[in-house]
């Protein structure tokens, strides 16, 4: 797997939330070879045993189940002394979810049928924005109380924890709360990680503007996920196949930042190929 990374050109890896157990000794191997380097890990990397699918939302640091928060923390453990073995800065976290009605989907759907300028669209927006928040307090405060632990866990390994925003508006921390977010963790261990096909399908629902939320969020920005979204939600395209401006994000890369590309394994070689020479034309080759 990470061979095949190499040879597409890739000096540098993120192990993703779908790395099995089993694969680490292969990966410790290939690193300690200097076959590859890793630039970030997603948690839950490795996955809990048992688990053989990408589950990143598996165990929720907002869970009111104590069983199920304890395993999040303890997983989340695991992902950051796995970082530290292969000597990746940055551990990817999801902060979990507000208990309420899902929305999301049904937006889309509305999207998909080109329903975005009608007044039931517009409504369920509505009702969406006053339910989450009415209801996050409580999720947000474990969430929180969760990234504490974590950084005690990280900040003596030199490991960074990147935050990272989400695609569903169920999800935490909401958009319009990450500055007051970042006002409450104030230790440089927590980063902001921008997703940018979660930031484009949160612009087409209507709930920001990429840029601006982007250009927010740049005194804390430590990385990417780097993927394109082809109308109105189809995300991990490769760049420059759908509708996200990247050269209106250009002013916010620095060159520091941490880019990975995440396409969906369907993406042929040769997107993957075009879409890395689609950003590199536009920020530049780091």
Known sequence: MLREIRELGFEYAE???????????????AVDAGEIKISSLHNFCPLPMGVTHAAPNLFKFSSTDKREWESAY????????????VNAPVVVLHMGRIDMRIYTDKLVEMLERGERETEKFQKLCDA?????EDKKEKAVKLANQMLERLIAVAEPLGIKLGVENREALE??????????????????????????????IKENLGFINHRFHLESMVPRLGGFHV???????????????????YTELKASVKPEHIKVFELHPSVPVEEVNAGVAHIKSIWGPE
């Open 171 to 200: 999800e935490i921390p909401i958009d319009s709360d990450f500055r007051s977010f970042f006002k409450e963790f104030t230790s440089p261990t927590v980063i902001y990680w921008h997703d940018c096909g979660h930031a484009q």
């Open 128 to 132: 969406a924005y006053e339910k989450r």
């Open 15 to 29: 192990l993703s939330h779908g790395i099995r157990i089993t694969l680490l000794p292969g990966i410790f191997e």
């Open 74 to 85: 303890r997983h989340s453990v695991k992902t950051i002394e796995t970082a530290a073995r």
């Open 227 to 245: 993927h394109d979204v082809k109308l109105p939600a189809r995300d991990h395209c490769a760049p420059g196949t759908g509708v996200i401006n």
